[in-house]
């Protein structure tokens, strides 16, 4: 009786349990360069909620043809240019990426940084999606701004390109994400701080020095801080009126330490490109003093 009973319900509950979601059909090269090459149109007939999943899966791989051209850019027009996805796909992607920031996080040299640095990339594009087309609540928001910031401090990998695997570039993609936080209206005060905060401690603790752009990358962060109509004012005055000093105690003995020299290098790179960048900008209390400050640094050096 008791067998029957267990019989029952077993088919009871395999009758009216939720199928399992089923997997994007993997499609080949052809297809996604077909697409490519089709300015990243959608092909007809086709769902972009279910190919979204397949173009994820590229984003770990050292091809950079899957990676690049189809994971990053393929998805970057389909989510941002073309709004082809609906927002419960977007906080499914949200979540998976973000997710994707801790994997094999810490180490430095393998090929698990791909998957680590373009979802980075990708949430940048779900954070300049949502300042153009709100679709997260202040919870989700908060918490990529952490999550950004958490992986901001703990990757260790500092590449920038590889001759065969292409861009790698995990301090440039993570900056990029933190430039579009900077711009959200949904980004508190206490927030701006902690961007500048952790991108400086990022400049500053660098051993290598920038040599693909990361310099720049890292400047529009401050750039989008800084033209915030909430702007703080006086946000990078301590870390500038610190650079002349470092500078000196850098060649104040006769052998050069390479880890400082990397990590004083990269701070006169990127004040010297946020500098260029607010050179022309319309007066504010924040741009002013900014200006102000790097002047005054980069006068000293």
């Known amino acids: 009786m008791r067998a029957r009973f267990l019989a029952s319900l077993c088919l009871l509950l395999s009758a009216t349990a939720p199928a399992e979601p089923q997997k994007a059909a993997s499609h080949s090269r052809e297809f996604w360069r077909e697409i490519a090459k089709n300015d990243a149109k959608l092909p007809e007939g086709e769902s972009a909620a279910v190919l979204i999943q397949e173009l994820s899966s590229y984003l770990g791989s050292p091809d950079p043809e899957l990676r690049d051209s189809f994971g990053y850019e393929i998805s970057a027009a389909w989510i941002y240019r073309d709004r082809s996805l609906g927002p419960e796909v977007l906080r499914g992607l949200l979540a998976s990426w973000q997710k994707n920031l801790e994997a094999g996080v810490g180490q430095t040299g393998t090929d698990a940084v791909f998957l680590r640095s373009f979802s980075a990339l990708n949430l940048s594009v779900l954070a300049a999606l949502d300042n153009a087309a709100p679709f997260l609540s202040q919870e989700e928001f908060d918490s ?158």
């Not at 946020?274 to 050096?301: N, V």
């Open 144 to 301: 990529l701004h952490s999550a950004a910031l958490a992986y901001l401090a703990a990757e260790k990998d500092t590449r920038g390109y590889d001759p065969v695997k292409g861009w790698i570039h995990p301090t440039a993609h993570t900056a990029d994400l933190l430039k579009f936080l900077a711009r959200s209206p949904r980004l508190k005060p206490g927030d701006q701080e902690a961007i500048a905060r952790g991108l400086l401690s990022k400049v500053e603790s660098s051993t290598t020095v920038f040599a693909f752009g990361e310099d720049e990358r890292i400047a529009r962060v401050f750039v989008s801080l800084l033209r915030r109509k909430d702007a703080t004012p006086g946000l990078l005055d301590r870390w500038l009126e610190g650079l002349p000093k470092a500078q000196r105690a850098l060649f104040a003995t006769p052998r050069l330490d390479l880890p400082r020299y990397a990590s004083v290098q990269n701070q006169k790179s990127v004040a010297r490109c946020l500098f260029a960048f607010i050179a022309k900008d319309p007066a504010s209390e924040a741009i002013d003093s900014a200006r102000k400050a790097l002047l005054g640094a980069l006068s000293a050096l």
